[in-house]
């Protein structure tokens, strides 16, 4: 038995696998004892790995990223050898936002070239009118929900930095600002749309896999250092969260992992609106409308653990484009070398997969190419970065 | 220290108390310019209003995300050179992340200046842990006595003793049991309440 683990997470659905992983007996089945610790905000995550204080942690992505390269903050070195989560995110609207974006709409609602172009008008008459600009609230500055909604506003003309205005807000603060007319929409993970929707104040408006078919949310991370003194206990986790997350995926065994991540310990919510995010079948709006996506949080399915540097490679472009770093070969290059493909490999004992994963599917934008990310970022209009 | 030399300090605390013992500490040692602030609805406005040296947030303040958003984006507030003041001193980082405290230290600051500080922030941090503790195991004790009062009356009731020889099993129990009275105690009340 290895000494006992203090692992950290953010109250989220896409910490499922690594909630049901410990409470449902997998990590112990590896031999591993794990104490899971809750926490408050993603800075606090970042601080207490980087300092030793947890073994591993529920991270965002884009901050095991922004670590390794020292964006924002001390630089310490992560590796990601599983993915906890692809896609999971959706951008809710306030009743007014929707109604205003509603009557500019020009083809299918869902469509987010449409909506895009859509919310190119509303600010423009906003604008025309005088109005105070339209306030957007995502998680962190290095976080997908910061990336999905810039890359969805720009498509339609939007410049997410003059147009409107993006704001962190702890995700349990959403719904309340969204409430109090603080923000006029939010990009998050669950449950907060769904809780939005069930307030009767919020509609979601998309799914971000409407946005990009197959896009990294949360890694499992550990500092890379420690991931080289315990190879051991490396391949416990990732096969502790694989098993976890073919559990998760499991239709037979929704109601349960649902029911475990409800905890008011863990999640701390409603088990049935756990389920919905679980099975992609979510009340979009006050009135009732359902929609059902197969692809709105990946936990097992399609080879969404293992991590993929293409997405890590994808994510460094998106702090690029916006200015949060400048576009150097090296910084792809520790970018990808985040995303340990290898060490969730050599945890199942397997090779690589020959056939690469499902693309990103980004609804607009040239294909993304991870050798030439200056093309790719030339492509697109709207940006702040420099040449 | 002089108005002058005495870097602005804020200081993002939720709680009253805590951000008391802080700012108290703080002007003791000669930091004459401390603001507290407890809205964080307004938090970043009141920041660039007060336009700080340095901020000091509490570890379990949701609001840290916030802030790291302002220095990504502000242009209004000078860029934080580093949250802690040097890299290498990961011995103060750890106390003070242990202890529950967060600096943030804006550009301009000598790094001679800060470490007072936060060493200052780490040992009034943990004393307000203590108190806390101090605080919640003085309600648990007095919890424990009214759950041990109940648990004896039902005993005697039950089993026909005496006040003493309820205690008595009742403490032997938790030590064969290796529990504490109050837990065994509360077990006597919930079965009586089950089969009511």
């Given at each position: ?30 031999g ?6 809750r ?10 790995l ?57 083809g ?19 604008r025309?009118?005088?109005?105070e ?9 290095f ?9 969805w ?42 809780i ?20 990294a ?71 009732g ?36 770093t ?54 697109f ?7 | 220290m ?27 040692a ?33 609001s840290?995300?916030?802030l ?23 011995a ?16 301009g ?36 006595r009214k759950v ?30 290796k529990?504490?009275?109050g837990?065994?105690?509360q077990?006597i ?8």
């Open positions: 038995m290895t000494p006992p683990l203090r692992i950290g997470f953010i109250p989220l659905v896409d910490a499922a696998a690594l909630i049901v992983a410990v409470d449902k007996g997998f990590a112990a089945a590896e591993l004892e794990v104490e899971l610790v926490e408050v905000s993603w800075s606090n995550v970042r601080d207490k980087n300092i030793g204080l947890f073994d591993a942690a529920h991270l965002l992505a884009p901050v095991a990223i922004a670590s390794s390269l020292g964006l924002g903050h001390v630089k310490v070195p992560i590796a990601a050898p599983f993915n906890l989560g692809i896609n999971g995110n959706a951008i809710t609207v306030s009743p007014a936002l929707h109604a205003a974006l509603m009557e500019e709409i020009d299918d609602r869902f469509d987010p070239m449409v909506t895009a172009k859509a919310l190119a008008k509303v600010v423009a008459k906003r025309k009118a005088g109005a600009p339209l306030t957007f609230g995502m998680t962190f500055p976080s997908t929900h910061n990336y999905q909604l810039r890359f506003m720009a498509a339609g003309g939007v410049d997410p930095d003059e147009d409107v205005r993006l704001v962190v807000l702890p995700p349990p603060y959403m719904v309340d600002s969204l409430k109090s007319g603080h923000v006029d929409a939010f990009c998050v993970g669950a449950p907060w749309n769904s939005a929707v069930d307030l009767g104040i919020g509609h979601i408006l998309h799914f971000v896999s409407d946005i990009l078919v197959r896009a949310e949360k890694v499992l991370a550990v500092r890379q250092v420690w991931a080289e003194k315990n190879p051991d206990t490396v391949a416990a986790l990732v096969r502790a969260a694989v098993n976890a997350a073919a559990f998760i995926e499991d239709p037979d065994n929704r109601t349960e992992a649902a029911r475990i991540l409800a905890q008011p310990e863990r999640i701390g919510v409603d088990a049935e609106v756990i389920q919905r995010t679980l099975t992609g079948r979510l009340k979009i709006s006050p009135d409308t359902i929609r059902e996506s197969g692809r709105y949080l990946l936990v097992g399915r399609e080879e969404a653990g293992r991590p993929d540097p293409v997405q890590a490679a994808w994510l460094y472009a998106q702090m690029v484009r916006w200015g949060q400048a576009l150097s070969p090296e910084g792809v290059k520790t970018a990808m070398a985040v995303f340990r493909s290898d060490l969730y490999d050599a945890a199942l004992g397997r090779r690589p997969p020959e056939q690469p994963p499902v693309p990103f599917g980004a609804f607009a934008g040239p294909t993304f190419d991870p050798d030439n990310i200056r093309s790719h970022l030339e492509a209009e709207v940006g702040r970065w420099k040449a | 002089s108005a002058e030399q005495s870097p602005k300090i804020v200081i993002v605390d939720e709680s009253p108390i805590r951000a008391a013992i802080l700012q108290e500490g703080l002007r003791e000669g930091f004459t310019q401390v603001v507290h602030i407890n809205e964080m609805q307004s938090l970043l406005a009141r920041i660039y209003a007060v336009d700080p040296d340095i901020i000091l947030i509490d570890l379990e303040n949701p840290r995300d916030v790291e958003a302002m220095f990504q984006v502000s242009r209004a507030v000078k860029r934080p050179i580093a949250m802690f003041v040097d890299q290498s001193d990961s103060s980082i750890q106390a003070s992340v242990e202890a529950g405290v967060s600096a943030y230290i804006v550009d600051l000598k790094k001679e200046r800060i470490k007072p500080i936060l060493d200052l922030c780490v040992s009034r941090f943990n004393a307000f842990a203590k108190l806390q503790e101090e605080l919640e195991r003085t309600k648990s004790q007095l919890e424990d041990i009062e109940r648990a004896k009356g039902i005993l005697m009731k039950v089993k026909g003793l005496n006040e003493d020889e309820a205690y008595v099993l009742l403490r032997s129990t938790a030590m064969r049991e529990k504490k009275i837990e065994i105690a077990s009340i919930t079965a009586s309440e089950m089969l009511k």
